[in-house]
């Protein structure tokens, strides 16, 4: 009766992983002739696992990844490629989210930046680093909405303030100029605060005929790239090579 009872407050404490645990503790015979602190420790380390699974999860889920199997692991380095694979080790341990960096990532379309982005994000979530991945066209055109519905100002705040943004096609396409606005105020606000990955195809030399008014362009860029790490992915599209294999 006591067990039940306390298997119920548990539970009503919304603490089912430890109730679960001690549940079983009891019903375990080898748990027997442990004492009552290694028993008490190996209930709150269920709970403690069980939590902290579920908010990797939550964060996993909340970046909304275009690939969200992508992994560091799982990289391909083929000789074509040209990756630098002691740089890529180096980001994935997170060093330049606390150093608030930035990353680039740069090649043609279809050879893996979204993979590796996405790859770096999930080894920010892993040591619980909040993540947004968006297309630039998809943030330029949800701010435009925004203005329109009064929800401008929390939507900003939303990308200033996340932790590692990606933005992937970023200047994908020419900015008008309160596009190049929006992307200069979430790019200065993060700036020194929060990192953030982009992915293009185009290398910053031609960032700034692509964000258009030359003193927006200024402003953009000296932000990013001064202190970024800058990956270069070579060879031929990886989606066109596997259609292949």
């Not at 679960?20 to 602190?37: D, I, K, P, R, Y």
């Not at 740069?106 to 770096?120: D, E, P, Q, R």
Request: proline content about 2%; some cysteine.
């Amino acid at each position: 009766m006591l067990t039940e009872n306390t298997v119920s407050k548990l539970h009503e404490m919304k603490l089912s992983v430890m109730a679960q645990s001690f549940h079983a503790q009891m019903t375990n015979q080898e748990c027997v002739g442990l004492s009552f602190e290694d028993r008490f420790s190996l209930i709150v380390d269920s709970e403690w696992a069980s939590r902290k699974s579920n908010r990797l999860n939550r964060l996993i889920r909340s970046a909304e990844y275009a690939i969200p199997g992508a992994s560091i692991e799982n990289i391909e380095y083929s000789p074509e490629r040209n990756l630098d694979k002691a740089l890529i080790s180096r980001l994935s341990s997170c060093a330049y989210v606390l150093e608030t960096n930035n990353v680039i990532i740069l090649g043609a379309t279809g050879v893996g930046k979204t993979y590796l982005a996405s790859a770096f994000g999930l080894a920010a979530n892993r040591s619980f680093y909040a993540v947004k991945y968006i297309r630039l066209p998809d943030l330029l055109a949800e701010l435009a909405i925004s203005r329109g519905d009064g929800t401008y100002r929390k939507v900003m705040k939303k990308y200033k303030q996340v932790r590692l943004l990606i933005l992937d096609e970023y200047l994908l396409f020419p900015l008008k100029e309160p596009e190049a606005r929006d992307l200069l105020e979430i790019v200065d606000a993060r700036h020194k605060v929060a990192s953030t990955i982009f992915c293009s195809q185009f290398a910053v030399a031609g960032w700034y005929a692509k964000i258009g008014e030359p003193t927006l362009a200024e402003a953009i860029c000296d932000r990013i790239v001064h202190n970024s790490y800058t990956i270069k992915i070579d060879g031929k599209s990886m989606r066109k090579r596997k259609s292949i294999t």
